[in-house]
Structure formats: structure tokens, C-alpha cells
């Protein structure tokens, strides 16, 4: 008899779960968008997208003008690198931001801090203001990359995603291609000159700020926002972050100097290599050490 009972109350318990995986799903799913709210929602990230992959590549071709104007040969890897290596370094913290925090308002700032980066890029007096403000612009498109990736399946169904993810990350491989070319044919315009090319990224991110403004009226909630604030900052790994930051920009010192500004036995090729090993040692350790909090948790591999 309690053989017997046992078999027939495990189709009940199955049925139970099935019952509330169900109900979870529905309840998941009445938060997706429909209609304009999801029309908006994808224009805004073909937007943004298009104007990350142009500022990826629109800059080689005005590159050569940028360092005669400002006679600084000796920082022509720096123009575009500064950009990559902040984006880089950033996405890990980034992406744990829109797990924290508003996504709405972080991916907003986001937007607002890479065009900002871009418009002082455009008013640059000197090469330094200009890779400093690169990599502001950098540090603004690792939130929105991070941040698309993550609003995306928070808003929009399963089914959806393999429709709109075609037309999202196409437009980004239209920018990147006719990035080039769009760089060369402003540079050589002696109305607009090259620092147009910073000016272009402001239409597409004012247009992805409001579309993205008046779509996400009602974000979903952030994943670890109950976390108390100093468990947030120990999962940011802002030591972390700096550490890769420093170690890569170090690495690019060395391929920009050595055997062209100095011999490879030069102190400061030397030491800059130097530099970039303990820098990666170090953030290796706190890798380590870190578990879950880490940037780039090892335990994932």
C-alpha cells in the first residue's frame, strides 16, 4: 500500500512543479515588450549600435591629419587604443552595474558619458585632451555594450530576441564598415575637417537616449540590487579594473616604443614590461583571491 501511494502522489508532485514553473513563466513574461515600447526599444539599440561601431573605425582614416595638426607622431597609437583599452578593462564592472543598480539610469549615463567623451574629442586643443577624453568615451561605450546585452533578454522574449538580434548587431557591422570610409570622406572636407568626426556620434545617441528614455518607463528590477552598498563595491572590483587598466596600458607603451622611439634595451621599454607583468600578476592574484567578487571570475573556465 505505501508502495503504491508513493507511485501514484509522484505524478502530483511533478504535475505541482510543472503548474508553478508555468505560472513563473507567465509572470516573467508579462514583463516583456510589446507594440511601440518594443519598436522603440530596437531602434534605440540599432542606433547606439551604429554609433559604437562607427567610433570604432571612422577615427583610422582621420588619424594621419589628427597627428599633423597636432605634430604628435609619438601618440598615433594612442588615438584609438585609449578607447579599446578603457572599453576593454571597464565592460567586467560595467556589466555588474546594470546588475546593481537602475538599469534605465545606468544605461542612460552610459550614453550620456560617451558622448560627452566624444564631444571634448571634437573641441580637443592638444593630443593628450584628446586620448583622455577617448578614453572617457571608452569607459561610456563599455556600459552600453554591457548594458545592451543585458536589457535585451530582461525585455524581450526568447522567441523575439532570435528576430531583433539579427537587425541589432547587423547595423553594428554596417557602422563598422562604413566607418572608414565615412572618416576619410569628413577628413578630407575642409568645411567639416576631422574633428567632425566626433560630432557625428551626437544625433544617434540623442536619438537612443530618448527612445531608450520613454521605452524603459517601467525597468525591470536590478538582479542584486538588495545587496548592501559594501558588498556592491566589493563585487565591482574596482582594484581590479584599475590593475587591468594599468597592465594593458602598459603593454601598449612597450609596442608603441620599443624599437621606434627607443631600443628595446631602453629603461623605459624595460621597465614599462616590467610593469606589465607585475600588473598582471597582481590582478591574477586577486582573481584568485576574489571567488565571485572577482572581475573575470576564474571558476567560469
Not at 12 to 17: L, R
Not at 30 to 36: A, P, R, S
Not at 173 to 193: C, F, Q, R, Y
Request: glycine letters at 10%.
Amino acid at each position: 500500500m505505501t508502495s503504491i501511494a508513493a507511485e501514484t502522489s509522484r505524478p502530483v508532485g511533478v504535475t505541482a512543479d510543472v503548474i508553478d514553473n508555468q505560472q513563473s513563466e507567465e509572470q516573467h513574461a508579462t514583463g516583456y515588450m510589446e507594440g511601440w515600447a518594443l519598436a522603440s526599444l530596437t531602434l534605440a539599440f540599432m542606433s547606439i549600435c551604429f554609433a559604437l561601431a562607427l567610433d570604432n573605425t571612422i577615427l583610422a582614416t582621420a588619424i594621419p591629419q589628427i597627428t599633423s595638426d597636432f605634430r604628435s607622431l609619438n601618440d598615433i597609437g594612442w588615438y584609438g587604443s585609449s578607447y579599446l583599452i578603457a572599453q576593454m578593462s571597464l565592460l567586467p564592472t560595467c556589466g555588474r552595474f546594470h546588475a546593481f543598480y537602475n538599469i534605465k539610469w545606468v544605461y542612460c549615463i552610459s550614453l550620456v558619458v560617451f558622448e560627452l567623451g566624444s564631444v571634448v574629442s571634437a573641441v580637443a586643443p592638444n593630443s593628450i585632451a584628446l586620448i583622455i577624453w577617448r578614453a572617457v568615451s571608452g569607459l561610456g561605450a563599455a556600459g552600453l555594450v554591457s548594458g545592451t546585452t543585458t536589457v535585451m533578454p530582461y525585455c524581450v522574449a526568447l522567441k523575439k530576441q532570435a528576430i531583433l538580434s539579427p537587425f541589432v548587431f547587423g547595423i553594428y557591422s554596417i557602422g563598422s564598415a562604413v566607418g572608414p570610409l565615412v572618416g576619410g570622406s569628413i577628413t578630407d572636407n575642409k568645411v567639416l575637417t576631422w574633428r567632425f568626426v566626433f560630432w557625428i556620434n551626437l544625433p544617434f545617441g540623442a536619438v537612443g537616449l530618448v527612445l531608450i528614455w520613454f521605452a524603459l518607463r517601467k525597468p525591470p528590477p536590478a538582479v542584486k540590487g538588495g545587496l548592501p552598498w559594501i558588498q556592491k563595491m566589493r563585487q565591482l572590483d574596482i582594484p581590479g579594473a584599475t590593475l587591468l587598466l594599468g597592465a594593458t596600458s602598459c603593454l601598449n607603451l612597450v609596442l608603441q616604443w620599443g624599437g621606434i622611439v627607443y631600443p628595446w634595451s631602453d629603461a623605459n621599454v624595460f621597465g614599462c614590461l616590467i610593469g606589465f607583468g607585475l600588473l598582471l600578476i597582481a590582478f591574477l592574484y586577486l582573481q584568485v583571491r576574489g571567488g565571485e567578487s572577482s572581475t573575470i571570475p576564474l571558476h567560469i573556465f
